[in-house]
């Protein structure tokens, strides 16, 4: 069992930025990859980005050139840095881990954190 923890959500301006921290504790040796996702208020839980143990890393095109996702193995944390943030990305936004079934459209997720509220206001 992996257990996740988010941090870093808050209330930001749009144009703002954020970062999010993921700390995993637990069975890490079998995580694959790692990856966050968003939920807002009446919508489907969406995937945002990933990233493999090897460093490879995919965004959705709602936030590509705007987040980016990275981690520190020695630290257990992968982080998703939030530049130029609007109002629709305000969601409750939760990190996973992955596993990767030969690509980045064919995955599925794991262990889930608890989640961290982003708020953007315009």
């Known amino acids: 069992q992996v257990q996740l923890v988010e941090s870093g959500g808050g209330l930001v301006q749009a144009g703002g930025s954020l970062r999010l921290s993921c700390v995993a504790s637990?069975?890490?040796?079998?995580?694959?990859?790692m990856g966050w996702y968003r939920q807002a208020p009446g919508k489907q839980r969406e995937f945002v980005a990933g990233i493999t143990n090897s460093g490879s890393t995919h965004s959705a095109e709602s936030v590509k050139d705007r987040f980016t996702i990275s981690r520190d193995n020695a630290k257990k944390t992968t982080y998703l840095q939030m530049n130029s943030l609007k109002p629709e990305d305000t969601a409750v936004y939760y990190c996973?881990?992955?596993?990767?079934?030969?690509?980045?459209?064919?995955?599925?997720?794991?262990?889930w954190g608890q989640g961290t509220q982003v708020t953007v206001s315009s």
């Open positions: 637990g069975s890490i040796f079998s995580i694959n990859a």
């Open positions: 996973a881990t992955l596993t990767l079934l030969g690509s980045w459209f064919n995955l599925y997720a794991g262990s």
